[in-house]
């Protein structure tokens, strides 16, 4: 996926800190519908380097046949974007669906993406769904959290349309960091500070 913003490393290191927390309940069509938030997709930042935990999961590990994807296939499928699915994979803040359907841009309009990138090879489409200022509660750190839907399609899987939805943390351009609010007496230090704001789109990985 074509990064927005720089720091693609920073959302890997926050949600490899989560993972030591005890790990809710994964809602996976929510999480790759962008349904869910970097909180709840840090549950799955353990899985990638544990297939025992995937197992555990449902989700069977297959052949890597993408050096950037680790692929699943569920033992139950599931229903995302009105599908019937059971071939997932995860590539860094993404999760997608991995479905039976050679043209994408259908559901790229269903969807109501912006077409990032059109050829007869490959395509792009996405849409910003959310994009707001956090604070790190424990260091006050300005971070914006963002959630991209996206469709595309890949070379090394012809034939398939890959949906879903990437989740990150980055650091804002220089001179836009937002000023650290108080933080209240009651509020858990591990739930950030967040006000509403506006970012561009992002197709989604290959």
């Known amino acids: 996926m074509t990064a927005v913003r720089s720091s693609y490393l920073l959302p890997l290191l926050l949600l490899a800190a989560g993972s030591a927390r005890a790990q809710p309940t994964i809602d996976l069509p929510a999480l790759i519908e962008c349904r869910q938030s970097v909180s709840e997709f840090a549950a799955l930042a353990p899985i990638v380097n ?10 069977r590990p297959l052949p890597q046949g993408n050096l950037f994807m680790a692929e699943y296939m569920l033992n139950t499928p599931i229903t995302v974007f009105g599908h019937s699915a059971d071939h997932i994979a995860m590539a860094g803040g993404t999760i997608i669906v991995i479905l039976d359907m050679p043209d994408p841009r259908p559901l790229a309009k269903q969807l109501e993406l912006e ?29 914006i959290e963002s959630v991209i839907l996206g469709v595309s399609t890949v070379k090394s899987h012809p034939g398939k349309t890959l949906a879903g939805c990437t989740y990150s943390l980055d650091l804002p351009a220089e001179g836009e ?18 006000a509403p704001s506006v970012q561009t789109p992002n197709p989604p990985a290959a």
Request: without cysteine.
């Open 50 to 59: 544990d297939p025992l935990k995937a197992v555990a999961l449902g989700w």
């Open 115 to 143: 077409t990032g990138y059109d050829a007869p090879d490959k395509f792009m489409a996405g849409r910003e769904l959310v994009s707001r200022d956090v604070n790190d509660a424990k260091t006050g750190e300005a971070l």
């Open 177 to 194: 960091a937002p000023p650290a609010p108080a933080k209240p007496a009651d509020t858990p230090a591990d739930v950030p500070q967040v």
